[in-house]
């Protein structure tokens, strides 16, 4: 979460309410004391540990360090501190009948005389035994609360997105996170909360004013049939795109036979809008030939100078960025594999600052995941893939003009968190920018464990295709096997480039 005294300051208009929980004072790293005007209330016990005794605001360091990881780490949309009900190390005395029963309510929360409403927020779910439930509720006016959605089965790192009609002459509602009947049962967290007016729904028929395809990890070696397949899929559809982004492991290794056929591959079946950016991956620098000699020919088959470059697609700015150094000789395959150099960052930093003062949307595209953004970023594999991480920072944590699409770690895209927002509590942008993970056209994992993975049985391929509208960004998910779409996000552009 980001500080909400900070965060407050970067409200837009359709936003009623947030509240990060970051303001929080926590001397021991735990305390059940909530923000001025919410209520954190518990009952039906009178055992267990005191520390998970209701909602308990912490951090997932202090979290899984008391009460182990068992799939805590994975809550990727936790930031800072967040609130946490931990039924499973409360501990209640197992012959007794207590049952851990909390609620946390927010303040009263003004309508402005809206209609519809949206509450949005980040939630970490693991179901306990089938007699204990969780709940959100809302309550207009002080009356009677209703549920909106109730949990009886996992939902891990999920970003909820609850559309709530208006009761007609209702002025406030308070919103409740209800853990019912627990003993000794899982957990479940929740942060960054929000209330906003949502977007509209589309029209139907609505035509976007611009389309991009983006796919990843295509690892293209001695067959091409992994492109084929996807963009043959990608020119028969409508509309048509204005460019395809290959964001990285366009091939399986550095060796000239594989740029050969993926530059082969690029003649023979051309994407339809002409127009491919192709960002560097890790596979096309791995070899023994040295970082030099696979730079120089990822940059021949991309048509660039540079791995890093701009290119501007009916009107939309898309920056690609990559490293300039990876020697797998001595890196034997592992991260960190993101190397920037400073006149890379003063590039990215100047043409940022371009598009914000233009009041633009960028889309963002490098290889390599965010720590704590999109699926299997949680795995400490994932949390060094940047040499240069604070650098980094210091630029991209200034704006919020960002949409960025990152890839790597072949992660399904039917997963919760197949987005996500990295936040770097930076004062200028606290709120952070929207993260998409662009899935993979050779093969699909799910995480296996505290770090590792395991690869989703049978054909899996998948990838993007990012829609531009007036008043939004909208994102599709796509299945190239089963030829279809699998999931939509919407981003409202009023919250990136107001």
Do not use: C
Request: net charge negative; glycine share 8%; aromatic share 12%.
């Amino acid at each position: 979460a980001a500080p909400q005294t900070r965060r407050a300051k970067a409200l837009k208009p359709e936003v009623l309410f947030s509240e990060s929980f970051d303001q929080i004072v926590r001397p021991t790293g735990f305390t059940h004391n909530a923000p001025k005007g919410w209520t954190n209330e518990a009952h039906g016990f009178r055992t267990g540990e005191g520390r998970w005794a209701g909602w308990t605001f912490t951090d997932v360091r202090e979290w899984t360090w008391a009460a182990g990881t068992d799939e805590r780490h994975y809550f990727t949309g936790g930031f800072g501190t967040f609130a946490v009900l931990e039924s499973e190390h409360h501990r209640l005395d197992q012959e007794s009948s207590d049952t851990l029963n909390a609620a946390l309510t927010t303040p009263k929360i003004s309508l402005r005389g809206k209609k519809e409403i949206e509450l949005a927020f980040d939630s970490h779910y693991r179901q306990g035994r089938p007699e204990q439930s969780a709940a959100v509720t809302a309550s207009f006016d002080g009356g009677p609360a209703k549920d909106l959605v109730v949990y009886r089965e996992d939902k891990y790192s999920s970003h909820e997105q609850i559309r709530v009609q208006v009761p007609a002459g209702a002025s406030s509602v308070r919103f409740t996170w209800e853990y019912r009947n627990g003993h000794n049962d899982k957990w479940w967290a929740i942060d960054n909360i929000e209330v906003r007016v949502p977007l509209p729904e589309l029209p139907a028929g609505s035509a976007p004013l611009n389309t991009i395809d983006v796919v990843s990890d295509i690892h293209v070696s001695d067959s091409s049939d992994r492109y084929d397949f996807v963009v043959d899929q990608l020119n028969a559809m409508a509309p048509a795109a204005g460019a395809l982004v290959i964001n990285g492991d366009a091939v399986e290794l550095g060796v000239q036979a594989h740029y050969d056929a993926l530059a082969a591959a690029l003649a023979d079946n051309p994407h339809s809008s002409g127009n491919i950016l192709i960002s560097v991956g890790n596979h096309e620098m791995l070899g023994k030939e040295g970082s030099d000699v696979y730079l120089s020919r990822y940059l021949k088959v991309a048509g660039e100078k540079l791995p890093y470059f701009e290119r501007v697609v009916d009107g939309q700015p898309l920056i690609v960025i990559g490293t300039e150094y990876y020697g797998d000789p001595e890196r034997e395959g592992r991260e960190p594999y993101n190397n920037f150099s400073d006149a890379q960052l003063a590039w990215l930093d100047q043409r940022l600052i371009h598009w914000n003062r233009k009041g633009k949307l960028v889309l963002l595209f490098n290889h390599f995941p965010l720590p704590y953004t999109v699926s299997q970023t949680h795995s400490s594999w994932e949390q060094n893939n940047y040499e240069n991480i604070d650098a980094f920072n210091a630029i991209v944590g200034k704006y919020s003009n960002i949409l960025m699409f990152t890839s790597h770690t072949h992660s399904d895209l039917d997963m919760n968190d197949w987005w996500g927002t990295y936040r770097v509590a930076d004062p200028k942008n606290p709120a952070g920018f929207p993260v998409v993970n662009t899935g993979s056209v050779l093969y699909s994992v799910r995480p296996d464990g505290d770090v590792d993975s395991t690869r989703v049985e049978g054909n899996r391929s998948n990838g993007l295709r990012v829609y531009l509208y007036e008043d939004r960004i909208r994102v599709e998910a796509y299945d190239f096997v089963a030829g279809k779409s699998v999931k939509i996000q919407d981003f409202a552009l009023s919250a990136l480039t107001g």
